[in-house]
T-cell receptor, first 114, second 112 residues
Framework: AQSVAQPEDQVNVAEGNPLTVKCTYS??????LFWYVQYPNRGLQFLLK??????LVKGSYGFEAEFNKSQTSFHLKKPSALVSDSALYFC????????????FGTGTRLKVLA | DGGITQSPKYLFRKEGQNVTLSCEQN?????MYWYRQDPGQGLRLIYY???????QKGDIAEGYSVSREKKESFPLTVTSAQKNPTAFYLC???????????FGDGTRLSIL
């Protein structure tokens, strides 16, 4: 079965420190990978995507993600965390098979401490 | 501005009642989706539609129904058969298959 795993329910980091939110995937074929952020009582906002090409993808608000095919991972990173980055983060995957269906992870709550 | 509008933001359902959640998009996207979000469970797909007048069941379609009569609109009905409807419902749309999904701001449904 295809799946996306976010192994950490919550990540705490001090403001100014680098942050990493982990994601691993299991999908057939070549994956399309996405990161989204959700603030309370709001919809998901797109941060970045990996389709093909460079393994390091840069996105909105200073976030980036590294695609690692051998480890089937797509971890979200930011060099210096802000308190305003505190939110719920979702990793998602789909494939080139064209079904248009996304598989979402269960989400990781990021808390950036001042 | 282009986007997805969900209404109402909050909705209350009485026992035995059907309720309909609205989702409208002006992004000219072909595909539309309904998700249910419960704490700690991420997003679960209820129904999706890739073109007008066609839709497919997702992972948790029981107790829900949809229609896709117009490209811009994809309403979700939560029927009385859905015994645990309390959740946050999110609508999304997408253009081509490699593009990100765009989300509305959700409808929170509760039972009276």
């Amino acid at each position: 079965a295809q799946s996306v795993a976010q192994p950490e329910d919550q990540v705490n980091v001090a403001e100014g420190n680098p942050l990493t939110v982990k994601c691993t995937y299991s999908v057939s074929g070549n994956p399309y990978l996405f990161w989204y952020v959700q603030y309370p009582n709001r919809g998901l906002q797109f941060l970045l995507k990996y389709i093909t090409g460079d393994n390091l993808v840069k996105g909105s608000y200073g976030f980036e993600a590294e695609f690692n095919k051998s480890q089937t991972s797509f971890h979200l990173k930011k060099p210096s965390a802000l308190v305003s980055d505190s939110a719920l983060y979702f990793c998602a995957a789909t494939t080139t098979s064209g079904t248009y269906k996304y598989i979402f992870g269960t989400g990781t709550r990021l808390k950036v401490l001042a | 501005d282009g986007g997805i509008t969900q209404s109402p933001k909050y909705l209350f359902r009485k026992e035995g009642q059907n309720v309909t959640l609205s989702c409208e998009q002006n992004l000219n996207h072909d595909a539309m989706y309904w998700y249910r979000q419960d704490p700690g469970q991420g997003l679960r797909l209820i129904y999706y539609s890739q073109i007008v007048n066609d839709f497919q069941k997702g992972d948790i379609a029981e107790g829900y129904s949809v229609s896709r009569e117009k490209k811009e609109s994809f309403p979700l009905t939560v029927t009385s058969a859905q015994k645990n409807p309390t959740a946050f419902y999110l609508c999304a749309s997408m253009g081509q298959g490699s593009q990100p999904q765009h989300f509305g701001d959700g409808t929170r449904l509760s039972i009276l």
